[in-house]
């Protein structure tokens, strides 16, 4: 059975960083990473879809079904093909991409820890913690630079569902971590390889991740 890790937290905390740090971290091919983003519903696709008042910041926006579907198939040795999202268009783009099987699944997203099916998959549960403000910035930044939106938007949207999403799903789903791993770096990009290491070394430190990193 596959070791599944999830790493959870704000959005701007830092989880992908971290959840790419670990991938590295092992040996080649022991891990793959599953993004939550992939698992967004085809929301282009809905009656009436509008994206300037969809709640893209609520676990209904995800389809975790077929995540919990594509999981238990990774945790027993199969692969699956996620689907791939577009945030520009919205929907889901034709095909998908293949996960091959590996000893260790990291799942990032800010949800994973919200549906009570989907949580009790994980052997290993992670929340980052990392100041608001900082996760504000990363995200108009990435907002900006990745999907091509004003920071009026940014900002509409951030006060519209961000913030109010993050309280009152995904900073309670702490209560669901194993342990809390703070980034107090208040760095606005992750691009220290140090800090990413001593973000990384709490996890990699577990006892069911000890047999990939014994030489």
Not at 21 to 37: F, I, K, Q, W
Not at 45 to 51: I, K, Q, R
Request: hydrophobic share 45%; with cysteine.
């Amino acid at each position: 059975m596959a070791i599944l890790i999830a790493i959870t937290g704000g959005s701007g905390s830092g989880k992908s960083t971290l959840a790419e740090a670990l991938v590295s971290s092992l040996p080649d091919g022991a891990a793959v990473l599953v993004r939550e983003d992939s698992y967004y519903k085809d929301a282009a696709a809905l009656p009436g879809f509008d994206p300037a008042t969809f709640d893209f910041d609520d676990v209904a926006a995800r389809d975790h079904a077929l995540m919990i579907t594509d999981l238990k198939a990774l945790k027993s040795g199969r692969g699956v093909t996620a689907p791939v999202y577009s945030f520009i268009h919205h929907g889901r783009e034709p095909g998908g991409e293949p996960i091959p099987p590996a000893e260790v699944v990291i799942v990032e997203g800010t949800h994973v820890l919200c549906t009570p099916e989907l949580t009790a998959l994980f052997d290993i549960r992670v929340f980052v913690d990392t100041p608001a403000d900082i996760r504000f910035i990363r995200r108009l930044l990435r907002d900006q630079s990745e999907r091509g939106r004003s920071a009026d938007s940014v900002v509409a949207q951030y006060l519209a569902t961000v913030r109010p999403g993050h309280e009152r799903l995904t900073e309670p789903s702490r209560t669901h971590a194993d342990f809390i791993v703070a980034d107090a770096t208040a760095a606005v990009r992750l691009e220290d390889p140090q800090a990413v290491v001593r973000l990384a070394a709490p996890v990699l430190a577990h006892p069911l991740l000890a047999p990939f990193l014994t030489d």
